[in-house]
């Protein structure tokens, strides 16, 4: 028999061919990510399922590693679960640097009743009160380029953002006053920035040179737009190298311009507004109108009136430490979005998106070049220096849903992404988990190559936030909020490969 | 520092050398997987009477099945930065199954599955049984000279003489990374009534393996440190 008969024979069967049981194709792209686990994402193999365990106080107290289940080749290590450290410790910070840190500077995001800001000793764990009380809902937490500390208020429109000088000697600060009024018990360690604005504050980018990006974490409602994106230009951009400032009169968030992103260029950048949410676009002033106000400006009323583009609640941002070693500016963020509680016929099914942002040129990114553009009646300050760029990079799914917080993982160049979402309700209820995602390969696409579950809770009621890697990408540190003891445990994870 | 001391420090520096004692440097990490994404068959064979032989083992733990259910194994272990892993069960919630093994630094793992099928032919001619399948080998983090194993394994075997087609990947000093999925695919003339069995052996190996020179290291090492025990005795009588 030639070969070609041999073809004929075969094509015959195959097409008579009775399937057992097959994997779909993109079964099989997700089966081929976890078999190549160790080079992909550094771990020996990822897990399969999320945990359904629901540990007690009692057993999490006796052991406070065991609030979570790790991918294999992981280990967990106690940092701290101190009874002092706040219950719902959130965002984390290394210090004095990521590179040889001695403390993490952490958010609690409670009321204003509650300690808002901790330093902890990692080697020891114990913590101690920077902010005692007064801010409410710390949540993000940043080092600055001149040696301090940001920390935000997650409180709607008027979400403040305070700087810390000195946070390992600087102790039990309270604040008093709201909006302009806003003072500290020790103004030259702990001070208001009302000239970035108000909203609500999770997602924060800061480069090198001081230029500050700030994503307002707001759902849509009623016929509002959700959260926007702003970028604060300072008067005095950061010079690199710089000592540290010794005195926040000197910090170059105390002055500068605040622009809005607003989605679409098309037909001399006209083709914003509902619909257009993806791709390139354009900064607008936030004060050239009567209406925005004067500082501390409202971003989020702002951006309303001045026609931003707007997202399901956008959380947690990180930059991506690659291309800014390259001189770019490039970050990306969570949109949470709404999961399907099972307690609820009315869920959304809007299981969130993890999206990047680019913005030219650290260098560019500081400049401020404008022309006008009158739409109406109305004019526009547009902001030429940059084309600003937003691309989806993950959506989410029942299985991964609702992702808040986000970390840019050193070496491996990946992200690993902290769920908020619904599982903990769903009928078989499931842990909430932390998953590590590729960055857009050489694809075609701009969507990541493939995702893997890390890190799962061992506890239905907590949540984790916060994580954050060291210099080396081998450290993860993350909290895990509002869990049963009543107190904060962060951990430390390790063996990342 | 006194001759006693001196040892001492001798032999834990021999152990650090060796690996023995955790330091700061990073060891080899490997893994292993392979699956079965489908299995199917011409339409004039019917599968049937599906049995297991399944075994993961590390050197912590080792289980052994047989029966008509594919089980789920999952045993792990991560102590003081060694992992030992071996896993095995089903993919995709079907009968298809899927061997796993992992190790960094001084662990092992590793796991089998073999999958027999009865086939009965409904009628003569050609027929045909196709096994989709997966692997993957991957080792990194090796330090100089250190020596590890990755191995993926499949195999088809019909009525247990005729080995149609297998596959082996397996690296030993150098890091790497390959996968990919392929099939095995075995044809064959059948008549009405004819039947036999499929035979499907797969398997996963993952081992971190001390290259010599560091075993002579970690036995100068133990050495040491019984001498050093027994001068200690000895001084302290």
């Known amino acids: 028999m030639n070969k070609p008969v041999i073809a004929g024979a075969v094509t015959a069967a195959l097409a008579a061919a009775v399937s057992v049981g097959a994997a779909d194709f993109g079964q099989k792209v997700e089966a081929l990510a976890k078999a190549q686990s160790l080079s992909l994402f550094g771990v020996i193999a990822p897990l399969n399922a999320s945990s359904t365990s629901n540990l007690t106080a009692a057993q999490i107290n006796a052991d406070p590693a065991s609030v979570v289940t790790v991918a294999s080749g992981l280990s967990v290590r106690v940092v701290s679960a101190a009874a002092n450290l706040g219950g719902i410790t959130d965002q984390i910070v290394l210090y004095p640097n990521s590179t040889n840190p001695t403390h993490m500077i952490v958010c609690n995001e409670g009321g204003a009743g509650q300690v808002a800001v901790q330093r902890v000793n990692i080697a020891t764990g114990v913590a101690e009160d920077i902010i005692s009380g007064g801010m409410s809902v710390c949540d993000p937490v940043r080092l600055t380029p001149w040696g301090t500390i940001l920390a935000g208020e997650e409180n709607g429109g008027i979400g403040r953002l305070f700087e810390i000088l000195d946070p390992l000697t600087t102790s039990n600060v309270v604040i008093s006053g709201s909006g302009g009024g806003t003072t500290t018990t020790d103004t030259a360690h702990v001070r208001y920035l009302p000239n970035v604005g108000t909203l609500s504050w999770e997602g924060i980018a800061l480069l090198p040179n001081g230029v500050l990006y700030m994503m307002d974490e707001s759902r849509p409602g009623n016929g509002n737009p959700g959260g926007g994106v702003f970028k604060f230009i300072p008067s005095a951009l950061w010079t690199t190298g710089a000592p540290a400032i010794t005195s926040l009169d000197n910090s170059p968030l105390n002055a500068g311009r605040i622009f809005g992103w607003r989605a679409g260029r098309n037909g001399g950048n006209t083709d914003y507004g509902q619909g257009n949410e993806f791709g390139r676009g354009v900064w607008v002033e936030v004060t050239n109108r009567g209406d925005v106000g004067s500082a501390p400006i409202n971003l989020r009323n702002a951006g309303i009136t001045l026609r931003m583009t707007s997202y399901y609640r956008p959380e947690d941002a990180s930059l991506d430490e690659k291309l800014l070693s390259q001189g770019s500016v490039r970050f990306c963020g969570t949109n949470t979005g709404q999961d399907v509680p099972a307690t609820s016929s009315s869920g959304d099914n809007h299981w969130g998106e993890v999206y990047c942002f680019r913005d030219g040129t650290v260098d560019a990114a500081g400049l401020i070049s404008t022309s006008t553009q009158t739409v109406g009646s109305v004019v526009y300050t547009i902001n030429n220096a940059t084309v600003p760029e937003y691309q989806p990079l993950v959506f989410g799914n029942l299985d991964f849903a609702m992702m808040d917080n986000i970390a840019y993982q050193a070496g491996k160049g990946n992200w690993i992404l902290n769920e908020d979402g619904e599982g903990p309700t769903y009928s078989s209820p499931r842990n909430n988990d932390i998953w590590s995602c590729l960055d857009d390969g050489a694809d075609v696409d701009t969507l990541s190559d493939g995702c893997v579950k890390v890190i799962s809770l061992n506890d239905l009621t907590a949540e984790s936030t916060g994580g954050v890697f060291d210099a080396t990408g081998r450290k993860y540190y993350v909290s895990i909020q509002h869990n049963k003891t009543g107190h904060g445990i962060i951990l430390e994870v390790s063996g990342w490969q | ?237």
């Open chain 2, 1 to 237: 520092m006194n001759n006693t001391n001196l040892l001492r420090v001798t032999c834990v520096a021999a152990m650090l050398g060796a690996g023995l004692v955790p330091a700061a440097a990073q060891a080899a990490a490997v893994s292993a997987t392979t699956g079965i994404f489908g299995l199917s068959s011409s339409s004039n064979l019917t599968l049937s009477n599906d049995f297991y032989f399944t075994d993961a083992s590390t050197p912590f733990e080792s289980l052994f099945d047989a029966g008509a259910t594919l089980p789920s194994y999952n045993l792990g272990t991560t102590q003081n930065g060694n992992t030992s892993l071996a896993s095995l069960g089903p993919t995709f919630g079907g009968p298809e199954p899927v061997t796993e093994a992992g190790a960094t630094n001084w662990g092992s793992g590793s796991s089998t599955v073999q999958w027999s099928l009865d086939w009965v032919a409904t009628g003569a001619g050609k027929a045909f049984i196709d096994v989709d399948y997966f692997y993957s080998v991957t080792l990194q983090s090796l330090l100089a000279g250190e020596q590890a194993l990755a191995s993926s394994f499949i195999s088809l075997l019909r009525d247990g003489s005729q080995q149609k087609s297998e596959s082996l990947h397996a690296f030993s000093n150098a890091e790497g990374n390959d996968f990919d999925n392929a099939h095995l695919l075995l044809n064959f003339d059948v008549l009405e009534g004819d039947s036999g069995a499929f035979t499907i052996t797969m398997a996963s190996n993952a081992r971190a393996v001390p290259e010599p020179a560091t075993m002579l290291l970690m036995g100068a090492g133990m050495l040491g440190m019984g001498v050093t025990a027994v001068r200690r005795r000895r001084l302290g009588s």
